[in-house]
């Protein structure tokens, strides 16, 4: 089972990134795909998930600026994240709600003039 989130980089203030998650069918086609992210030394927290129907939920922080979305041909899910902040600096992750829940290794998003 892989999860494979690409994407992230150094990215100056005010600057956009698009995140991608490939991963097979079956872990695709979950009922809810969801993107979070960690800063070290503190808790993973919820970004934006997404419904199988493409039904989006986003967290409070990055509401009118984030963007999750899923591309069913190529199973892959997105993130795009505009006018980024240094406080979007973070590892984000991606994580099915298939098999009771599987993570995918993380990208590495830092926001640094």
């Known amino acids: 089972v892989q999860l494979q989130a690409s994407g992230g980089g150094l990215v100056q203030p005010g600057g956009t990134l698009r995140l991608s998650c490939a991963t097979s069918?079956?872990?695709?086609?979950?009922?809810?795909m969801a993107w979070y992210r960690q800063v070290p030394g503190k808790e993973r927290e919820f970004v934006a998930s997404?419904?199988?129907?493409?039904?989006?939920n986003y967290a409070d922080s990055v509401k009118g600026r984030f963007t999750i979305s899923r591309d069913v041909k190529k199973n892959t899910l997105y993130l795009q994240i505009n006018t980024l902040t240094p406080d979007d600096t973070a590892v984000y992750y991606c994580?099915?709600?298939?098999?009771?829940?599987?993570w995918g290794r993380g990208t590495q998003v830092t926001v640094s003039s």
């Open positions: 994580r099915s709600s298939a098999l009771g829940g599987v």
């Open positions: 069918g079956s872990i695709f086609n979950a009922k809810i």
């Open positions: 997404i419904t199988a129907g493409g039904s989006p």
